[in-house]
């Protein structure tokens, strides 16, 4: 079974600059980075039969990945945005 990527640089491939810029200025946006890339490690990690876990606890944990890859995708689009003019 091929596990699908979620990492932020592979669905957002066209912001790889601001992604970075933004770990490297922005602590929020840092921290909130380095949690989905952990619930995302998690996922996969449970996904790819590594570790078993209940149906409810990897949903919940698709749920945070996915709360965070709005937040930060929020973020890059602001930052985008705003340097745009």
Not at 27 to 45: C, N, Q, R, T
Not at 61 to 78: T, V
Request: glycine residues 4%; without cysteine.
């Amino acid at each position: 079974m091929s596990l699908e990527k979620h990492d932020l640089i592979h669905e957002m491939p066209g912001s790889k600059e601001t992604i970075h810029h933004l770990k490297t200025s922005n602590s929020h946006f840092a921290k909130l980075f380095d949690e989905y890339h952990d619930a995302d490690h998690a996922v996969h990690h449970f996904e790819g039969g590594a570790e078993n876990t209940s149906d409810e606890h990897l949903e919940n944990l698709k749920k945070q990945r996915l709360n965070l890859k709005d937040q930060l995708a929020g973020m890059i689009r602001h930052y985008e945005s705003s340097t745009a003019e």
